[in-house]
């Protein structure tokens, strides 16, 4: 529940992410003010969840110096997709980059095998070959956009190295005894600093042309997506691990695609049904080699 709930905010933000221009809205300054709003969301449901407290036994033992460390890089690493994400949506369509979501289980995979964190298996590793596959069609089918959107969906390719990346360190540099909600709102706010830095040194504008009901509605839609998805999104990592976590790009992949097409009239073209195959191929062997490991292992 916590993969579909997960993938299908992450689908959903990016089509509203390519809503943001029809509504005003910069993307990169409605992503800025919805990540605020989002931990704040969290922040008041974690209280309120927890009687009052969002602290636990657990985390005095996190040294500060550590904690501090994961929360610069994870958020980093956080919003450097969401930006590109954001900005690409437009340009690119919201279909293509909720596609680019699909790869990072396959990259969290292959990143786990040379960081010996998981041993390599066979079947895993051919899945890993049809994830790859995946992308180079994704990209071929770019070729269909003009010069600069073509730009654009190669930059948008690099978002899964980051969410592989991203997937890794939170789980090797995990402060021991720490709350999954504490890091989100950590890795949440580092994310709005970072982001608000680049926005006012961009000089790009933090407010919508002229506020109207759509551009109030899509921001609080988003703040509420943000609110949940991160704090649901720690929450499975540290219950699933990286590598399961990886597969929320799977769903947000498939339903990206639907999303894109019933609200902005996107039809996938045959690469783009191809990439979606070798990806799924991809995704079952992972899955199947890893279920294969644990039988023979036991």
Known sequence: MLLLIVGGFLAVSTVIAKAAPMTGWHPLALLQWSILGGAAGLFVISRIASGGSITAKGDT???????????????????????????????????FVSLSYAFPLVLTYGFAVLLRLEKFQVLRGVGVLFGLAGGILLAA??????????????????IPVFLASGNIFRTVKWPAGARPVNLALGMMLVGFAALGLFTAMAGIPV???????????????????????YGLYFRLQHTA??????????????????????????????????????????IVLVSKGRGAGAKKSG
């Not at 759509?214 to 998805?229: D, H, M, R, S, V």
């Open 241 to 282: 691990g990286p590598v399961y976590l990886s597969q929320i790009g799977s769903v947000a992949a498939v339903i990206g695609l639907g999303l894109g097409y019933l609200a902005f009239g996107e039809v996938p073209n045959l690469a783009k049904l191809a990439a979606v195959a070798a990806v799924g191929a991809g």
């Open 207 to 229: 407010v919508p042309g002229t506020w109207s009901l759509e551009a109030t509605g899509l921001l609080a839609a988003q703040i509420t997506i943000f609110a949940f998805q």
């Open 61 to 95: 033992g996190v040294s500060r110096g550590q904690f501090a460390f994961y929360l610069l890089v994870s958020g980093l690493l956080f919003i450097a997709p969401n930006m590109i994400a954001v900005v690409a949506a437009p340009k690119v369509g919201a279909g």
């Open 141 to 158: 089918s770019g070729r269909q956009l003009s010069v600069d959107a073509s730009w654009w969906a190669m930059f948008a390719l690099s």
